[in-house]
Every structure is written in structure tokens, then in C-alpha cells.
């Protein structure tokens, strides 16, 4: 029996194909969008660790991120980029301080202390704190308390995680900066590979791999193939920039063309799933409320492609002006957040990254 993409994706939810009728199903529940803790549950606690790890997914996430990124002997971390001034406490260290330097990474300049420079033994030393103190605050009483984990000791705490509760969690790992940390010497892809071998979780939970470049994505499906337990995700950025990898080798494909209808057939030729910016698929306007959905979900769904969107946050300052309420700028606003969310649930989203997955779970509730 031949099921199409959506008949495909109802059942994989519960539906029951009815015996002797092809292609029909019974009454059954619509496929629900995945939620994915990004960072962990990152409005909550300081962002990769496994605090925020561990919080995400007692709130329920489907999957946890890692941002991985290499130290100077090769070991891959979690951290959202090499510059880590403002997620360590490095700054404080004296011994440190003299690896405070300026690098150049994807065209923009960052001047701090870079994860590249620091062996893992050095790393282990720094404690982690709140990337933005002053829009989460409570987040704060959790500075210094926890290391900078590996990428095999977040698969390790997952596995146990997911033991304990008797519900499978997958992993939605990013490789950071690829095309950087290549022209470093400490290029990432295999490295990544060998991890994911090396763990039995990883070789049967839920994996879905995601890049802003498309070299490493296309590498990673070549190696891996179309194995069961593992999706490519491939993340788009600002419409009108293009992709570090192909800046580097000369090119200018802006990802405005990448998520054109005729760009979404060549990403599926090797991903499985395209994750633009959720302003990619509703814009606001000049007042920051939210417009019409643009036909991006349509087109990516008619080759074939999933669309998960980043990334929902539930403080007002990020929210679109329609969902914000009068209690501040840094404040909470669950129920805008909820608003948010559903406003892309209805477009036909099939997943989304959001800083507190216990409001994404309300919102498909």
C-alpha cells in the first residue's frame, strides 16, 4: 500500500490504515507538530547545560539542542558559538586573560575568549552563566554552578533521562561554523560521526542533524545515508545573505533563492527537513504585528520537505506587537507566547524551536 507524505504522517500519529481500502484512514488525531527545547529550556535556565537540558525535557520537548562546537583538541561541546564571553565566566578568570583575542568568523568579527583556544580540561574549568541577564534575570541565581558539557555527555545524560522516564527523547544537534572551524584544522563533521556511532542511543533515538551551511549537510547524508533514526535539517538565515560555505567557495546564492520554490527541490534532494526563520514564513510589518504566511510551507511541503521554524521565546520583547501585553518589555507572556505559536501551527508548520518547551507543549495542547 502507497500512502502519500500527509496520509504518511497521520499515520505515523496513530491512524489506522483500514484493511482491503488503499489509501484511506480511519477518524483519527492530526498529526502533532514536534517541540524542540532550544537550548534546552533556555528562558528558564542558563542555555547548554544540563540543567537546561534536564528542564526541557521534564517540560516536555521531543528533542533537545545542542549548538556543538570544537575545543582545541578536537573534543565537540555544547555552546551556541566559539566566542563564550558571555555564557562562561572566563572573563573572570586572570589566568585566562590573555587568551582574550578578536576572531573573524563567517565575515563578522567577535573579540572574547573562543572555545578553539581552550583544551576540554581547560574548558572544564569555567562555569556557565545567563546569556542575557538583564531579559532573564532569575536565570541568574543559576550562574556558576554548571560546566560546559560535551556533545558525548549530553547523548550519555539523554539516554538516562529517557530511561528514567520511560519516554524516548531525541537529539536536534547544530554544527556550528563549519566552514570556520575547517579552516582552523579542527573540522567538525567527522568527529560528529564517530560520536554518533559510538553511543547506542544515538544509533536508534531520534537524530535529527541541522547546519546554516549546505556542504557539511550534503557530506553528513552521503555518509549516513537514509537511515531510519536520523533527519537533515536544513536551517536558512536572512533572505538576503548567503550560506558561510558558499561565500567561501565564491558563490552568492541568497537564501531568499534557497527557500524559493525551485531552491526547496534541490534542498530535497538531501535533507529531509527545511527550518527557516519563523519571520520567513509570517513576516511582520512595519508595526511589528504579523502579516499573511508567505508560500514557503506550501512549497516545501509539495516536495516533500518538513518545515520547522525558529525560534518562539516567550518574553513580550520578542513576541509580535499583536500578543504583547503591558506588564513590560523583559516580562513573561505565556498566553501571547501560546498565541504566537498557534498562529504557525495553523500555517502548517511541523515543528518549532522555542526557549520554554512547556509553553509549546500548552500550545498544541
Not at 555518509?223 to 536572512?238: A, E, W
Not at 545573505?241 to 552568492?252: H, L, T, Y
Not at 514557503?296 to 521554524?309: C, N, P, Q, S, Y
Request: glycine share 8%; net charge neutral; proline share 5%.
Amino acid at each position: 500500500m502507497k500512502l502519500d507524505r500527509r496520509t504518511f504522517l497521520a499515520a505515523g500519529a496513530g491512524a489506522v490504515v483500514v484493511a482491503g481500502l488503499p489509501g484511506k484512514l480511519s477518524a483519527a488525531p492530526q498529526r502533532r507538530a514536534e517541540v524542540f527545547g532550544h537550548r534546552g529550556a533556555c528562558a528558564l535556565r542558563p542555555e547548554h547545560t544540563l540543567a537546561s537540558y534536564a528542564k526541557a525535557i521534564a517540560d516536555g520537548a521531543d528533542y533537545i539542542e545542542p549548538d556543538l562546537v570544537s575545543t582545541k583538541d578536537g573534543v565537540l561541546v555544547a555552546r551556541h558559538e566559539d566566542e563564550i564571553g558571555t555564557t562562561t565566566d572566563v572573563a573572570s578568570r586572570p589566568e585566562f586573560a590573555a587568551r582574550r583575542t578578536s576572531k573573524t568568523v563567517d565575515g563578522e568579527t567577535f573579540t572574547g575568549w573562543f572555545v578553539s583556544d581552550f583544551t576540554l580540561a581547560e574548558l572544564k574549568t569555567l562555569r556557565a552563566k545567563e546569556r542575557i541577564p538583564d531579559v532573564r534575570a532569575a536565570n541568574t541565581a543559576y550562574d556558576g554552578q554548571f560546566q560546559v558539557p560535551t556533545f558525548e555527555e549530553i547523548i550519555e545524560f539523554v539516554a538516562a533521562q529517557s530511561a528514567t522516564i520511560g519516554r524516548v527523547v531525541g537529539i536536534i544537534p547544530e554544527l556550528k561554523n563549519s566552514t570556520f572551524f575547517r579552516s582552523i584544522g579542527l573540522p567538525l563533521e567527522d568527529r560528529f560521526l564517530a560520536v554518533l556511532d559510538g553511543h547506542e542511543y544515538t544509533r536508534r533515538a531520534p537524530v535529527e542533524i541541522q547546519s546554516f551551511e549546505i556542504a557539511n549537510l550534503r557530506y553528513l547524508r552521503g555518509k549516513l545515508g537514509k537511515r531510519g533514526n536520523i533527519r537533515i535539517m536544513q536551517l536558512t538565515g536572512d533572505p538576503r545573505k548567503s550560506p558561510a560555505d558558499v561565500v567561501a567557495a565564491g558563490g552568492r546564492t541568497p537564501w531568499a533563492e534557497i527557500t524559493s520554490a525551485a531552491g526547496l527541490r534541490e534542498v530535497a534532494k538531501y535533507a529531509d527537513v527545511i527550518a527557516p526563520n519563523v519571520q520567513v514564513l509570517i513576516p511582520r510589518d512595519a508595526d511589528g504585528r504579523l502579516g499573511q504566511p508567505t508560500s514557503v510551507i506550501r512549497d516545501a511541503h509539495a516536495v516533500g520537505l518538513l518545515v520547522h521554524t525558529w525560534t518562539f521565546r516567550p518574553e513580550n520583547r520578542f513576541l509580535p506587537r499583536d500578543f504583547r501585553n503591558g506588564a513590560g518589555d523583559n516580562a513573561r507572556n505565556v498566553e501571547g507566547s501560546i498565541k504566537e505559536i498557534r498562529r504557525y501551527l495553523d500555517a502548517g508548520i511541523d515543528g518549532f524551536f522555542t526557549d520554554d518547551p512547556a509553553v509549546g507543549r500548552m500550545a498544541l495542547a
